[in-house]
């Protein structure tokens, strides 16, 4: 039996070393769905819940493995489905390539069934490469080329497919006028380091500051010896963007944690006060949070000449990979014998440790949402994976969670964090997945991906995926921005969620299901959760009270909070209560 178009993409795929495809059937698909079938499921169908998932999913993998992931939907609302996962790996900078398929070429323009403009549909999100395959002999070219294109841009690309070319037996391109060739697949890798004179000019600004303040993105994780080294060298205390969270652990003295709105004091008094700073692979969008304009002379490093000089007015901009970059820096950098400013990094540091182990520990009704992770960091096994949803549980993972994970940084969607965590198993089936989860994302799509999870799971050797749910019946992040923001109380109708058991859901799919509603319990909870052998929701009740304030929360942010509760909260004196307490341990003297 000849070989298909459908047949040569599985082909193509195997030779790119694809092991999975995160996809929903439909008919604009049909003849690709039939080769996985002749294929013997090589690469795997990972059929999720819904083509948005499937993109999270791809999206989730390809951030935790480092390689491509790759997602398929039919055409029409498939395809449409696919956006919000797509923009997600746009705006955090992650290679994964979507294959959807399209009416029939004979109908095209005909207004038929399903028919949408796919080019136009993609335009945006795939804008670093995105193709119609319309022949054959432009099949091998298309693909190669949407798997390169995404590795090198870090980007999502898209090869649209239609429903009818997928039958057709497939032909090679021809050594002859119009075809377009295409190499075998490879993996080609290069390190760019900027020229010597522009590292000399870094080393000097370097050198002379007495403050120096570090901030690394995910574009530092291929330098993580290197950042320690310049760390070391200079006396610097290193912060970290959301997206960076893992570049560097949390138990190093010097490590002052996230910055941005969910950031900690340390990170911001660091930027306060420093009179350099070096940025290493971040795009942090939040200027407000870095050195006032002036304050500081600056060093960037990024492996993108579109984002250099972008946040902050840089003096020195070095075009190069992290790591290639900082090995040329170190040698001429001056070891600082003066450690004063090192070591208040370490005391303010050690001290924030301590405010937030009491903050997690306030009594709470009934269990405080920052003693979830606060127990969560004393166990957590070392090899763990954490992926966090977008919410108030977003503030909870980067100030108080003492490990490395990920999120959606950028886009800052809803609904990321169970399908990355699917991701992550199939990206490293050896190792333990934690998800953070707000209620209102579970009840957005997590529930459903449950079922993935159950479908899955005999796949993976560490079978260990928790699902930790913050249940408190309120779409919270967006209560506090109301209050914070626009000095309005919670606005019941809009805010308030239906009540639902999610472990009571998990067990009746043949997952764990965990529910805790005292504090007390929730130590032994977890260490239950992180040792069964089948995946788990852990459903906490917890707070929806207990503020995420900043610890450089504005005047104007408390007069709104304020206003707010005066205009008629619901549990107004609970929630002045609450917001106190939680402050009030920034101010209590230290042990050190």
């Known amino acids: 039996m000849s070989e298909t178009v459908a047949d040569h993409v599985l082909t193509r795929l195997r030779e790119w070393d694809v092991e999975q495809v995160f996809a929903y ?31 999270f999913a791809a999206v989730g993998y390809a951030k935790l493995s480092g390689r491509p992931g790759v997602c398929m939907a039919t055409s029409g609302p498939g395809a449409i489905h696919l956006l919000n996962g797509l923009y997600d790996a746009k705006l955090d900078h992650v290679p994964v390539v979507a294959i959807v398929g399209q009416t029939a070429r004979s109908a095209m323009g005909g207004s038929y069934q399903q028919e949408v403009d796919l080019q136009a549909l993609f335009k945006d ?92 993105g995910q574009g530092a994780r291929n330098a993580v010896t290197e950042v320690r080294e310049v760390a070391e060298l200079t006396g610097a205390g290193v912060a970290k963007a959301l997206l960076g969270k893992d570049v560097l652990p949390d138990d190093l003295p010097y490590v002052t944690g996230s910055i941005g709105l969910l950031g900690t004091r340390p990170t911001y008094e660091m930027m306060r006060d420093c009179d350099t700073l070096l940025i290493v ?42 790591k290639g970059t900082l090995q040329q820096l170190i040698p001429l950098l001056e070891g600082k014998t003066e450690r004063g400013w090192r070591e208040r990094i370490e005391k303010n540091v050690g001290e924030w440790q301590e405010t937030l182990t009491r903050q997690a520990m306030l009594d709470a009704e009934p269990v405080n949402p920052m003693r979830i992770v606060h127990e969560l960091s004393e166990r957590i096994p070392e090899d763990a994976i954490v992926t966090a949803d977008s919410g108030s549980a977003t503030n909870w993972y980067a100030r108080n969670l003492r490990m490395r994970g990920t999120l959606s940084g950028t886009l800052a969607t809803m609904g990321s964090g169970v399908p990355y965590a699917i991701g992550a198993k199939f990206a490293h089936p050896d190792r333990p997945v934690i998800a953070l989860v ?12 449950l079922l993935t999870i159950a ?63 005292d504090p007390g319990r929730l130590g032994e909870a ?15 009740r917890c707070d929806p009270e207990v503020p995420p304030i900043p610890p450089h929360a504005t005047f104007e942010q408390v007069k709104s909070m304020t206003e707010a509760v005066l205009k008629g909260e619901p549990d107004a004196w609970h929630l002045l209560t609450q917001g106190i307490k939680t402050k009030m341990q920034e101010l209590l003297p230290s042990r050190r």
């Open 438 to 449: 707000g209620d209102g994302a579970m009840q957005m799509n997590g529930m459903a991906e």
């Open 281 to 322: 692979g971040s795009n942090m969008p939040y200027a407000q949070f870095l050195p006032e304009f002036g304050q500081a002379r600056a060093v960037q490093i990024d492996i993108d000449p579109r984002f250099l000089g972008l946040r902050y007015p840089t003096e020195v901009n070095l075009l190069g990979d992290a």
């Open 526 to 540: 977890w260490d239950v959760a992180l040792s069964t052998d089948v995946p788990t929701v852990l459903d906490v």
């Open 25 to 55: 059937p439909g008919d604009g698909i049909n003849g690709l769905v039939t080769a996985f079938g002749a294929a013997e499921n090589k690469p795997r169908f990972v059929q999720t819940r819904h083509e948005e998932m499937a993109a």
């Open 455 to 517: 479908r899955y799971r005999e796949l993976w050797t560490d079978p260990r995926c928790v699902i930790c749910v913050f249940h408190n019946g309120d779409l919270n992040q967006v209560t506090w921005e109301l209050r914070a923001m626009g000095g309005a109380p919670k606005f019941e109708p809009s805010q308030s969620l239906p009540e639902v058991s999610y472990s009571d859901f998990a067990l009746e799919i043949g997952l764990g299901g965990i529910a805790v509603d």
């Open 125 to 216: 999100v795939a804008s670093e490469y995105l193709v119609e395959v319309n022949v054959p002999e432009q099949l091998p070219n298309a693909l190669d080329r949407a798997l390169r294109t995404a590795i090198a841009q870090r980007a999502p690309t898209a090869l649209i497919i239609p429903a009818d070319l997928q039958e057709q037996t497939y032909q090679p391109p021809q050594h002859e006028f119009k075809h377009v060739p295409s190499s075998p697949p490879d993996h080609p890798r290069a390190s760019v380091i900027p020229p010597s004179d522009e590292i000399a000019r870094a080393a000097e600004v370097l050198n002379a500051g007495e403050k120096v303040a570090i901030l690394v």
